[in-house]
């Protein structure tokens, strides 16, 4: 019983533990802004720009 009950539950850690890992960055800017990105975002570098895709798909480009 005890054997059983210790797998479920780390069955349910695991699946909470991989819900918490996403594609997802959190930029804070110098304003105190946050910007969530869709994936990592892109430094150029000519010019510092960085560019990403926001939380609604669309590709943006700021100053660092």
Not at 36 to 46: I, L, M
């Amino acid at each position: 019983m005890k054997k059983t009950i210790a797998i479920a539950s780390a069955c349910m850690l695991t699946f909470a533990l991989s819900a918490c890992s996403g594609n997802n960055y959190v930029m804070h800017t110098n304003d105190g802004r946050s910007i969530v990105s869709e994936g990592k975002p892109q430094t150029d570098n000519d010019t510092g720009m960085i560019s990403y895709k926001d939380a609604n798909g669309n590709k943006t480009a700021n100053q660092p």
